[in-house]
């Protein structure tokens, strides 16, 4: 029920191709759904995050899509660059709770 | 500049040799938050802190303890560490009002035990 289920488990783009990673949940109470970044050395750092009465938020390159009836949302990466080379988590969080419950991450690798 | 810091980044001890390692944020967060990342498990919680004095347990808080005796610092404390502990630790902060779902993260600490 607690769980955020979050796939494919690593990924190779081709530079300049969009890169898709997916996550599905369980509870209905989760209410707002962050992404993170985390390139390697680092901790992870918040990059995209959208509420489940909105169906999609794009900043820049970066889009959430998110489909409520299903419980699944996914990152989508445009003109996907070397730089964006990086582990991606998905998140979920209930409403007061203040505890983020993770996926298990992506690691993307962006090929030149 | 606003940031949370944990010491040490790399640490390598023996089984059962207590250590400490410290989490200090600079930005008046109420709300701390210990993990371990795990090849392919993601990002685990280990305990969180409402406010000082205010902790509790996440989903892997065995063996492990905390403590919140001022709002900036959270210290985690492995008291007989063992081998099954050895994973990368990020401590995390945000503010009890933010932005949802915003946490801010430490670089994290490589700790082996051996």
């Known amino acids: 029920q607690q769980q955020v289920k979050q796939s494919p488990q690593s990924l190779i783009v081709q530079k300049g191709g969009i890169s898709i990673i997916n996550c599905a949940y369980e509870?209905?109470?989760?209410?707002?759904f962050p992404w993170y970044q985390q390139f390697p050395g680092k901790g992870p750092a918040l990059l995209i995050a959208?509420?489940?009465d909105v169906s999609e938020k794009k900043e820049g390159r970066f889009t959430i899509s998110f489909n409520k009836s299903a419980k699944q949302f996914s990152l989508h990466i445009m003109d996907s660059q070397p730089g964006d080379s990086a582990t991606y988590f998905c998140?979920?969080?209930?409403?007061?709770?203040?505890?983020?419950?993770w996926g298990a991450g992506t690691k993307l690798i962006i090929k030149p | 500049e606003a940031q949370v810091t944990q010491n040490p980044r790399y640490l390598i001890t023996v089984t059962g040799k207590k250590l400490t390692v410290t989490c200090s944020q600079n930005?008046?967060?109420?709300?701390m938050s210990w993990y371990r990342q795990d090849p392919g498990l993601g990002l685990r919680q280990i305990y969180y802190?409402?406010?000082?004095?205010?902790?509790d347990k996440g989903d892997v808080p065995e063996g492990y303890k905390v403590s919140r005796k001022e709002k900036r610092n959270f210290p985690l404390i492995l008291e007989s560490p063992s081998p099954n502990q050895t994973s990368l630790y990020f401590c995390?902060?945000?503010?009890?009002?933010?932005?949802?779902?915003?946490?801010?993260f430490g670089q994290g600490t490589r700790l082996t035990v051996v």
């Open positions: 995390a902060s945000s503010p009890a009002t933010a932005t949802r779902g915003e946490a801010f």
């Open positions: 930005m008046n967060h109420e709300y």
């Open positions: 802190s409402m406010n000082v004095e205010v902790t």
């Open positions: 509870n209905t109470a989760f209410d707002y």
């Open positions: 959208i509420r489940p």
């Open positions: 998140a979920a969080e209930i409403r007061g709770n203040y505890q983020l419950i």
